[in-house]
């Protein structure tokens, strides 16, 4: 099922003229409690009746208590006691630190032997594989020109990727929102791009479809491997399916506060589900790209379990990221990365977490009709805790 423009649009409209009327209370009281601090927070959510919700209510106030009973636990806990908490706060889902930290190990373990196996058959047969990723990066023959020219290449190379991807994909889902299929990948404008900005996405709305804007200041950092997982996870199946969903359903803001892995979960997914669809069978050099990703996103898990369970220090943390992935991807440099595991713990183990934890609770459910029902399943009410999903 496709949903359209004037669908959408009436969607929002019901679910305002819904937030205002059926849901208001418990809205209302979400609301209020929203302003409390944790403790009373959740002594506010425990009050709300649960009988007689919609899905919607429902999820929104299991969410929210969810995530009230962590947050004030982890404001009573003494320091040592408090990352455990917040781990499961951020995955949105039981896991220990040292079941999350074993599990990256074993991930990384297995995209790095078939990374082995790709960096062999381009002729990278020496050193250990972050050392040919590195040296792949810095190969000229996969590097744009810092130029008008060279970015729109990059830009033209990303949406003949997402055009021919797109057929795979279909067969993912039931339910999409507007005009997913179209949405491009387009230039920055000039001061954008001058000023060194991040990519953003803009979401379908009325007559205008979606669109990533792609961050390309630094185009020499951006090899062509690279950019088909970006596609992926930015447009079909990643945000631009995610997001425009998540728009319609209007989960609450504490609902989303208790699922804070759940938007860049599904989008690192996403990239897996391009990957699963056979996107890459053709294209070795692509896949390299993809499973580079991986180990970036698999990389911030450890080094966020490192530092706040294991005791990593910065320097072993930073050594530990340049082993795994070798370059550092162009937004996040190894020593900001670290940084921001330990100013952010569970953050970054929360986003992977989200994304393994969708690959478990999927199952069996590999392909055909299951699958997409398990995917309508999974977005259809926007981010909620896994916990609350499975």
Known sequence: MRIDRRSMIAGGALLAVGAAGADSEVR???????????????????????????RRERLDLEAALRGAILEAQIAAAAPAARYPLQLRLNAGWDITPTAA??????????????????????????????????????????????????????????????????????SLFRTVPLDAYSAKVVRMTPAEDASGKAGYRTLPSGDRAGAYHVDLHQIRRRPSWSLPSVVHHETVPGHLIQLPLQAIA??????????????????????????????????????????????????????????????????????????????????????????????????????????????????TRSQGARLRAFHDRLLADGAAPLSLLS
């Open 101 to 170: 930290h074993a599990r990256g190990v074993a991930e990384i373990a297995a995209l790095t032997t078939r990374a082995d196996l790709l960096l062999q058959e381009q002729g990278l047969r020496s050193g250990s594989v972050a050392e040919r990723l590195r040296s792949l990066a810095r190969d000229e023959r996969y590097l744009y020109s810092d130029d008008d020219p060279g970015k729109d290449r990059a830009v033209a190379d990303m949406n003949r990727w997402r055009g021919a991807a797109t057929d795979k994909l279909k």
């Open 28 to 54: 209302g009281q979400l609301d209020k409690a929203a302003l409390l601090p944790a403790a009373a927070r959740l002594a506010a959510l425990r009050a709300i009746r649960k009988n007689g919700l919609s």
């Open 250 to 363: 209007d989960p609450h803001p504490l609902r989303l506060r208790a699922a804070p892995g759940f938007v860049e979960g599904w989008a690192i997914y996403a990239e897996q589900l391009a990957a699963e669809s056979g996107a890459y069978a053709t294209d070795p050099l692509a896949e390299i790209g993809y499973i580079h990703w991986m180990l970036f996103r698999l990389g911030r898990l450890l080094i966020d379990t490192g530092i706040n369970h294991l005791g990593w220090s910065r320097d072993r943390a930073s050594a530990f990221l340049r082993g795994c992935q070798g370059d550092p991807v162009i937004f996040a440099p190894f020593e900001k990365d670290v940084e921001r595991a330990i100013a952010e713990p569970g953050m970054f183990a929360g986003q992977a977490l989200t994304w393994l934890g969708m690959v478990d609770l999927r199952g």
